[in-house]
């Protein structure tokens, strides 16, 4: 894929460039190396997972890469035009999207069997890719980068912009301490993240006309920054213990409370799905559900990671069934969830481990999974009805964010660490997905 193609996502995520490292690598290999998969099909998968939450700007990427890996022109006319085989997948794509918990081992069945049969290695590869580039629409989407292709929209020219590196330039990035992205008035400035300045984002800094959008402050969040340091503080140093009942209870109350939380209104929700993204959709009206209402019948299941979990049975399945991605997620998986550089707004020696656990816990939570030694009532206070809005938004209903819903969250906190807080939502998404369709993957192969 072209350079100048990537630059809009990579410069994001560039502020955390250990992170950037494990996320190009794993996107390259899931992409380009070998694999289950014909390159073709890979792309096209990326299309119809980009499609499911209308983000034109990964479709539009992804076509263009179809047709650089010697795709048929006539599979971009849309679902319709493309094999059988590939077609099957569509059930799997918008249930992963949307609600991964109806994902039975009956679907993994019928890809298996019949005249157009799936191998599980290639069920497992696109499964990895679906959930990829789900939870990268909702990083674009959450991050505003869509709107940089919107001529209308408010927007400033910036004349720098973070190099596309090769893989192996990437891998020095750990080797650096003193990364610097030059401001558009000249002036040099650290980066920073929930924890800290960034390293350097690698090498020389290249002269390239981009956009980019400006944060503009709203009022002031609902809490500042200064007390949810000090509540983080407290719930450190209290080590009152819970019964398995209270914990659970907390669980179900928060769970209960997220179905009830609005997820942002689109600005005009009229408006159609766009002729490009509708012809890869099959039931463009499937979306997301809450998964637990209060009063619903048939809730389904809590998923208990003590049941099933990454560490203990996804990561050997999925390494077993496609050799080495699991590496690659893992560490992916571990790096997102463990980045800081103890800092937040500017304030040196944080340990923000609370607020980005009751992050990433609260995103499955709201995908019905349940870490059975975590404290749910953490969740509430630590993270403020504005910032639960946009998470539900931007896992649920990327599509529906905007740059007014970017500067409404986390106002106190700097653009890297509204970043580094999408990079979570994305990785939490990408990794429920995963967790449902390998336990499914498993129950179909015992």
Same mark, same amino acid.
């Given at each position: 894929?072209?350079?100048?193609?990537?630059?809009?996502?990579?410069?994001?995520?560039?502020?955390?460039?250990? /992170?950037?490292?494990?996320?190009?690598?794993?996107?390259?290999?899931?992409?380009?190396?070998?694999?289950?998969?014909?390159?073709?099909?890979?792309? *096209?998968?990326?299309? @119809?997972?980009?499609?499911?939450?209308?983000?034109?700007?990964?479709? +539009?990427?992804? #076509?263009?890469?179809?047709?650089?890996?010697?795709?048929?022109?006539?599979?971009?006319?849309?679902?319709?035009?493309?094999?059988?085989?590939?077609?099957?997948?569509?059930?799997?794509?918008?249930?992963?999207?949307?609600?991964?918990?109806?994902?039975?081992?009956?679907?993994?069945?019928?890809?298996? %069997?019949?005249?157009?049969?799936?191998?599980?290695?290639?069920?497992?590869?696109?499964?990895?890719?679906?959930?990829?580039?789900?939870? $990268?629409?909702?990083?674009?989407?959450?991050?505003?980068?869509?709107? #940089?292709?919107?001529?209308?929209?408010?927007?400033?020219?910036?004349?720098?912009?973070?190099?596309?590196? &090769?893989?192996?330039?990437?891998?020095?990035?750990?080797?650096?301490?003193?990364?610097?992205?030059?401001?558009?008035?000249?002036? #040099?400035? +650290?980066?920073?993240?929930?924890?800290?300045?960034?390293?350097?984002?690698?090498?020389?800094?290249?002269?390239?006309?981009?956009?980019?959008?400006?944060?503009?402050?709203?009022?002031?969040? !609902?809490? &500042?920054?200064?007390?949810?340091?000090?509540?983080?503080?407290?719930?450190?140093?209290?080590?009152?213990?819970?019964?398995?009942?209270?914990?659970?209870?907390?669980?179900?109350?928060?769970?209960?409370?997220?179905?009830?939380?609005?997820?942002?209104?689109?600005?005009?929700?009229?408006?159609?799905?766009?002729? =490009?993204?509708?012809?890869?959709?099959?039931?463009?009206?499937?979306?997301? =559900?809450?998964?637990?209402?209060?009063?619903?019948?048939?809730?389904?299941?809590?998923?208990?990671? =003590?049941?099933?979990?990454?560490?203990?049975?996804?990561?050997?399945?999925?390494?077993?069934?496609?050799?080495?991605?699991?590496?690659?997620?893992?560490?992916?998986?571990?790096?997102?969830?463990?980045?800081?550089? *103890? &800092?937040?707004?500017?304030? &040196? +020696?944080?340990?923000?481990?609370?607020?980005?656990?009751?992050?990433?816990?609260?995103?499955?939570?709201?995908?019905?999974?349940?870490?059975?030694?975590?404290?749910?009532? !953490?969740?509430? =206070?630590?993270?403020?009805?504005? $910032? %639960?809005?946009?998470? %539900?938004?931007?896992?649920?209903?990327? !599509?529906?964010?905007? %740059?007014?819903? /970017?500067?409404?969250?986390?106002? #106190?906190?700097?653009?890297?660490?509204?970043?580094?807080?999408?990079? @979570?939502?994305?990785?939490?998404?990408?990794?429920?997905?995963?967790?449902?369709?390998?336990? !499914?993957?498993?129950?179909?192969?015992?």
């Amino acid at each position: 894929m072209d350079n100048a193609e990537l630059d809009h996502v990579t410069k994001v995520i560039a502020y955390h460039p250990r /992170y950037l490292e494990h996320f190009l690598s794993t996107q390259n290999f899931v992409m380009h190396s070998d694999g289950p998969l014909p390159f073709e099909y890979r792309c *096209y998968i990326a299309i @119809m997972a980009a499609a499911r939450h209308k983000c034109t700007y990964l479709v +539009n990427m992804y #076509e263009k890469e179809f047709l650089n890996q010697g795709g048929e022109r006539s599979w971009l006319n849309g679902l319709d035009c493309i094999p059988a085989k590939l077609r099957a997948i569509c059930d799997i794509n918008k249930i992963l999207a949307h609600r991964p918990w109806l994902l039975n081992k009956e679907h993994i069945e019928r890809l298996t %069997k019949g005249q157009n049969s799936w191998s599980l290695s290639e069920v497992v590869h696109a499964i990895v890719l679906l959930a990829h580039f789900h939870s $990268l629409s909702s990083f674009v989407f959450s991050c505003g980068l869509t709107q #940089e292709l919107d001529v209308s929209s408010q927007r400033i020219e910036n004349n720098n912009a973070v190099p596309q590196k &090769t893989e192996t330039e990437h891998r020095h990035l750990y080797n650096h301490h003193h990364h610097h992205l030059i401001h558009q008035n000249g002036q #040099e400035g +650290n980066l920073y993240s929930l924890a800290g300045p960034v390293a350097p984002v690698g090498g020389n800094i290249v002269q390239r006309r981009t956009v980019f959008l400006v944060a503009i402050k709203p009022p002031q969040s !609902e809490v &500042t920054v200064d007390a949810l340091m000090q509540r983080m503080k407290k719930l450190s140093e209290n080590n009152t213990e819970c019964t398995e009942t209270e914990l659970s209870n907390r669980f179900k109350n928060v769970e209960l409370q997220a179905a009830e939380l609005p997820a942002v209104v689109p600005r005009d929700p009229s408006l159609e799905l766009p002729q =490009q993204i509708g012809r890869y959709v099959d039931d463009p009206n499937f979306t997301y =559900q809450d998964f637990a209402k209060r009063g619903a019948e048939n809730i389904p299941q809590t998923f208990r990671i =003590q049941d099933y979990s990454w560490d203990d049975h996804g990561f050997s399945l999925i390494n077993r069934l496609y050799n080495d991605v699991g590496f690659y997620l893992d560490d992916k998986f571990r790096l997102a969830y463990n980045l800081t550089y *103890y &800092t937040i707004a500017g304030r &040196t +020696n944080v340990d923000t481990s609370k607020f980005r656990r009751a992050i990433w816990n609260y995103i499955q939570c709201m995908y019905g999974i349940r870490y059975d030694d975590y404290d749910y009532g !953490e969740v509430n =206070q630590l993270l403020d009805r504005a $910032l %639960k809005m946009f998470i %539900k938004t931007a896992c649920c209903f990327p !599509e529906r964010i905007t %740059k007014t819903d /970017y500067d409404s969250v986390l106002v #106190e906190l700097q653009h890297s660490e509204k970043v580094h807080v999408n990079l @979570m939502i994305m990785e939490a998404r990408n990794q429920a997905e995963l967790l449902y369709a390998l336990r !499914e993957i498993m129950r179909y192969m015992t």
